[in-house]
């Protein structure tokens, strides 16, 4: 499958606070596993055919900066509290 230009073409609805939770659950997870057992030494690497070398610094960059986002995105979610009364007298 061919990679798309542009989101014009795609539909979907808003993240859920649960999925964004989920996301950063993720990230956490991929930046513990960067700092455990010295992976996060400045060596660069590659994956065949998965685009240009990098190193572990800057992966782990990257992932502070998605988590940013996403802990900003789960900030700005509308917070609705309910309450009900019944104020009949009994």
């Known amino acids: 499958m061919t ?13 859920t606070e649960s999925q964004i939770c ?20 400045a060596l660069k690497y590659s994956a065949p055919g998965a685009g240009p070398q990098t190193d572990r610094a800057a992966n782990l960059q990257a992932l502070l900066q998605a988590r940013e986002s996403y802990q ?19």
């Open 72 to 90: 900003k995105l789960l900030y700005n979610l509308p917070l609705w509290q309910t309450t009900s009364a019944d104020l009949t007298p009994p």
């Open 22 to 41: 989920g996301i950063l659950a993720q990230i956490d997870l991929d930046i513990l596993n960067l700092l455990r057992d010295g992976k996060l030494a």
């Open 3 to 15: 990679d798309l230009p542009d989101l014009s073409q795609t539909t979907g609805e808003p993240l």
